[in-house]
């Protein structure tokens, strides 16, 4: 049982990153972290007892952090600052809610791609979510909302005659 089950309030998904959009090549490059370095962040998220479920994505066009949890600002600022990106923080988008499957359902698409509509996106949205698993951070939540990025991915591929390579 998580201290966070014990505290109350409202959990909802929520969506903090980083990508090509909101910060320049030179900027991301200097806070995406390695694969080593993902999982070190994974270990330090894990002590916010308010993050109740999350993964990590990491790829060359964008960094985010997918949790289930309780979307409050000094959450949001801790996360911030364990991932680096506090600098930043004006230009860290955030989203809440069913706006965090929209949008994990377009970059799964390829949308948010320097390249429209790649499909490697795909793998590293699967490992950045297995990798979560792995490390039991992440749950039932998240499963969800994985599977739901997947499925309405593919619909969204399909509706503009997108290739599905990789789902």
Known sequence: LRLSGLLGGERELLVLGVDLRSLSLEELERVRPSAERVEMLTEMLGHLAALEEFAVLATCNRFELYAWTRPDEPLVSAALSI????????????????????????????????????????????????????????????????????????????????????L
Request: with cysteine; net charge positive.
């Open 83 to 166: 991932l680096g990106l506090t600098p930043y923080a004006s230009r860290v988008y955030r989203k809440t809610g069913e706006d965090v499957l929209l949008h994990a359902a377009n970059v799964v698409a390829g949308h948010y791609s320097q390249v429209a509509c790649e499909t490697q996106i795909t793998g590293q949205w699967k490992a950045a979510f297995q990798g979560a698993f792995r490390q039991s951070v992440a749950g039932v939540h998240l499963q969800n909302l994985h599977d739901r990025a997947i499925r309405l991915s593919r619909k969204i591929r399909s509706l503009q005659g997108g290739r599905e390579d990789g």
